[in-house]
């Protein structure tokens, strides 16, 4: 069956490190990859998208790469910032689909001061 | 700009009760309109998505049913609700053509006494 696997033990990280967040998938084969920041009470907020055949995206402070041989993306967070602790989901969007994408768990991230 | 609205906030309703939940999208037409469930320590959970006025999509069976009866205004609805029910729902809106990410509301915290 198909499966989106993010680490569910929350990262801690120091302020001004890099956090990495990663996303796992089987069974998939994804036309593309979002990443999304949920932080507690909210919806999830858009935050960068990569397309299977993009090896890396970046925005400001955030890269986004796609390995579709390893199956995995992973997404950096540069000079972490208290205020970047949040819930990180990543979703797929499979080729051929309706579009419509398939969320993981998402990882907590809390940056410490 | 494009917004959504989503209410009330908060709900606690007895079991047995009927629901309806409210999301309208302004600043936009034809959007794809989706409604998820994300349980505690879970992933979201997409319920029901409709691509036009009257036309929805269920993706999982249960007592909820979803209706859109103008193009930017999605309800979820239920006749008698479930203990099960319980959870944080999330209306959703993303433009029709392919790969455009989705626009989340702030959620409804459900409640089940």
């Known amino acids: 069956s198909q499966k989106i696997e993010q680490n569910s033990e929350a990262l801690n990280i120091q302020e001004g490190k890099t956090a990495t967040l990663t996303c796992n998938y089987t069974n998939y084969s994804p036309a593309y990859l979002q990443w999304y920041r949920q932080d507690p009470g909210r919806g999830p907020v858009f935050l960068l998208l990569i397309r299977e055949n993009e090896k890396e995206k970046r925005k400001e402070r955030l890269k986004v790469t796609f390995d579709t041989t390893l199956k995995q993306s992973l997404f950096h967070i540069t000079a972490s910032q208290p205020a970047d602790s949040a819930t990180y989901l990543c979703a797929l969007v499979r080729t051929g689909g309706s579009y419509i994408p398939t969320f993981g768990r998402g990882t907590s991230l809390i940056v410490h001061p | 700009s494009q917004t959504i609205h989503q209410w009330p906030a908060t709900l606690v309703q007895p079991v047995g009760s009927p629901l309806s939940l409210e999301c309208t999208v302004e600043g936009t037409s034809n959007p794809n309109l989706y409604w998820y469930r994300q349980a505690a320590g879970r992933g979201l959970q997409l319920l029901f998505y409709?691509?036009?006025?009257?036309?929805i999509s269920s993706e999982v069976p249960q007592n909820l049913s979803a209706s859109r009866p103008q193009d930017r205004q999605f309800i979820l609805s239920s006749k008698k609700l479930l203990l099960s029910d319980s959870g944080f729902y999330l209306c959703?809106?993303?433009?029709?053509?392919?790969?455009?990410?989705?626009?989340f509301g702030d959620g409804t915290r459900l409640s089940i006494l």
């Open positions: 959703a809106w993303s433009v029709q053509t392919g790969n455009q990410p989705q626009h």
């Open positions: 409709s691509v036009g006025i009257g036309q």
